[in-house]
């Protein structure tokens, strides 16, 4: 399963970015799928996550209430909504995938991995 991210760019601090995932090999009901990102110099960090069956999402504390992840099933594809993005989200930004109904918030749970999209937010 090839998971292909996309949607990042530079935006102004308080504004807004979708990021997409779309698998290949697999449809997005068969998988869970999470988004992390890594910023330079840190670590991989759990951001949000959308069970196999679409009914139950989780977030990172840093996110929730302004990142919403959302699934549709007809496009095959995983959305990230990012609004009121701060400096803090600048990061590259994966999707990541696992067989599982369950999601985890531990990247190394992830079997399938996306190539990651930049995010840049200036302040």
């Known amino acids: 399963v090839q998971l292909q991210a996309s949607g990042g760019g530079l935006v102004q601090a308080g504004g807004s970015l979708r990021l997409s995932c779309a698998p290949s090999g697999r449809t997005v009901s068969a998988i869970s799928l999470g988004w992390f990102r890594q910023a330079p110099g840190k670590e991989r960090e759990f951001v949000a996550a959308?069970?196999?069956?679409?009914?139950?999402?989780a977030y990172a504390d840093s996110v929730k209430g302004r990142f919403t992840i959302s699934r549709d099933n007809a496009k095959n594809t995983v959305y990230l909504q990012m609004n009121s993005l701060k400096p803090e989200d600048t990061a590259v930004y994966y999707c990541a995938g696992r067989p599982s109904g369950y999601y985890t918030s531990a990247p190394g749970d992830y079997d399938y991995w996306g190539q990651g999209t930049l995010v840049t937010v200036s302040s």
């Open positions: 959308i069970s196999r069956s679409g009914t139950s999402m």
